[in-house]
């Protein structure tokens, strides 16, 4: 049976470490590496729903996106949140491991499969960093298309039904980037490098104004849905690689945000 070490290794050459940002909290955040690992659940973040149904299910691990602790913390008690699941886990026996922005930039990372899922060409790194990987993709469009079309596809991609939309429909996309999650800082980055739309997980107002002029459409399908795709298709790539492990993204996760 495989170990907690065992599985941590094999992510962290999935994702390694040095691609993390440097205000970012990756690797083994709770629990030790020794302990044989029968049952792994993946998910995008620790909430109470997760954490329950990680207890329950006696995961032995839990792979997170979302980072936690990401802080610096003082105390852990059931005064907050993070504390009462970071004391729930620990009680459980329950390691947590997360890659966050290491795997947002690996090879095949969450940009990378969201470049590749939308039909991007000639995918490379928006701003490169050790070798060919860095911070976001960019990539060509085999025939240019309308920026409505593009939306169209990001929908399906994604399973979604809905996506906010900056800049005129008809406009046509040869060049395009993508950075999953909220990474407004890649504004600047895409427009020095002449795309023609950026796809982000969300963007903040100002960040949608200075968009529209520079003349750059923004998609923005939610953070929840540009990312959560990827800890389902991180299960299946666990699972290939430790078939004697049972392995399941969280049932229980949803996205917080509901239009009404």
């Known amino acids: 049976m495989p170990t907690v070490r065992d599985l941590v290794a094999f992510l962290e050459g999935l994702a ?6 440097d205000w970012d909290n990756v690797g083994l955040l ?7 690992v029968a049952r792994v659940m993946t998910c995008l973040t620790l909430t109470p729903p997760t954490v329950a149904e990680a207890v329950e299910h006696k995961a032995e691990l839990v792979v997170v996106h979302h980072p936690l602790p990401f802080q610096p913390v003082r105390r852990i008690t059931t005064d907050t949140t993070a504390g ?16 966050h922005t290491a795997f947002d930039s690996a090879a095949e990372g969450i940009n990378q499969r969201l470049a590749r899922g939308i039909g991007l060409r000639g995918v490379g790194s928006l701003v490169p960093g050790e070798g060919a990987l860095g911070a976001g993709r960019a990539g060509w469009l085999e025939e240019p298309a309308p920026l409505s079309e593009l939306a169209e596809r990001v929908k399906a991609f994604l399973g979604i039904e809905q996506i906010a939309v900056v800049g005129d429909l008809q406009r046509g996309v040869r060049l395009m980037g993508v950075a999953c999650g909220a990474a407004d800082s890649l ?8 795309c023609d739309c950026l796809l982000l997980g969300e963007a903040r107002f100002h960040t949608c104004l200075e968009a529209e002029a520079a003349g750059v459409g923004l998609l923005l399908p ?39």
Not at 227 to 249: C, K, S
């Open 222 to 260: 939610g953070h929840y849905a540009s990312e959560r795709f990827a800890l389902e298709a991180l299960a299946d790539v666990l699972r290939e690689q430790f078939p004697d492990v049972t392995i399941w993204p969280a049932r229980r996760e949803r996205d917080p945000l509901r239009w009404a």
């Open 187 to 194: 504004l600047r980055p895409a427009v020095d490098a002449g």
């Open 84 to 99: 009462a699941m970071l004391l729930e886990l620990i009680a459980a026996g329950t390691a947590v491991y997360s890659a």
């Open 30 to 36: 709770v629990g030790g590496r020794r302990r044989p």
């Open 16 to 21: 390694p470490p040095a691609l993390a940002e």
